[in-house]
């Protein structure tokens, strides 16, 4: 059985933010691609494309899980979500990867997973104006994207970045690979992949 990558789906979601991980790790053959909703009802994303969520977020297996991917959306300023929260705390408990870019970084502040990660969102600024308790400074990166103690984060503008940390943390390219990926995609540069499956 495959280990599943969980990828939370929602009205608003920014569609393009795990647009190119999502190919990366469904074609990989390693990982079965899930979609999450907060309810089984369809949503919409930014950009108008129609998702019918596979499993809500109750019927996630965390021991199947090898990760859990936020993207943003405006909902994220907005308020927080305890049975997400929760939900969480049990995917990082059973070692899954927990990855959020820009709003949804919110999140992984409100969860407390940041107290032991580095990590990086929009501005550190925006973070304290939206969670004025955030207490994590320490730790804050001013990088596009980084990955520490199972977590990633990333701001709006990088989700090449992004990317590159997911496939390089579930292994889906060896190291030159996924710097080759990265090189591919962010400045045009093709190249070709060894270590592809």
């Known amino acids: 059985m495959k280990r599943k990558a969980y990828v939370l789906v929602f009205d608003g979601l920014a569609d393009w933010e795990p647009a190119h991980v999502l190919p990366e790790i ?19 994303s930014m950009g108008g494309f129609k998702i019918l969520p596979d499993i809500t977020l109750d019927e996630v297996r965390p ?9 943003g959306g405006d909902m994220w300023a907005e ?4 049975e997400l929260i929760a939900l969480l705390h049990r995917l990082h408990g059973e070692g899954a990867i927990i990855a ?11 969860s407390g997973l940041t107290n032991s990660a580095r990590h990086t969102s929009n501005d550190r600024d ?3 104006s939206i969670i004025p ?6 730790r ?25 940390e997911i496939i390089g ?13 990265y090189e591919m995609f962010k400045h045009g540069k093709f190249q070709v992949l060894n270590s592809a499956a």
């Not at 021991?63 to 993207?71: G, H, K, N, T, V």
């Not at 959020?100 to 409100?110: D, F, K, M, N, P």
């Not at 308790?133 to 320490?138: I, K, M």
């Open 26 to 44: 469904a074609n990989s053959g390693k990982f079965e691609v899930v979609t999450v909703g907060f309810s089984p009802a369809a949503v919409r």
């Open 63 to 71: 021991d199947e899980a090898s990760i859990m991917i936020l993207p």
């Open 79 to 82: 308020k927080s979500y305890p």
């Open 100 to 110: 959020a870019i820009c709003g949804a970084t919110l999140e992984i502040v409100r």
């Open 126 to 128: 925006w973070l304290k």
């Open 133 to 138: 308790d955030y207490q994590d400074e320490a």
């Open 140 to 164: 804050y990166v001013d990088a596009m994207a980084v990955s520490d103690n199972n977590v990633i984060t990333a701001n709006g503008l990088a989700n090449v970045e992004f990317t590159r």
């Open 169 to 181: 943390q579930l292994g889906i390219y060896d190291a030159d690979d996924t710097q080759r990926w």
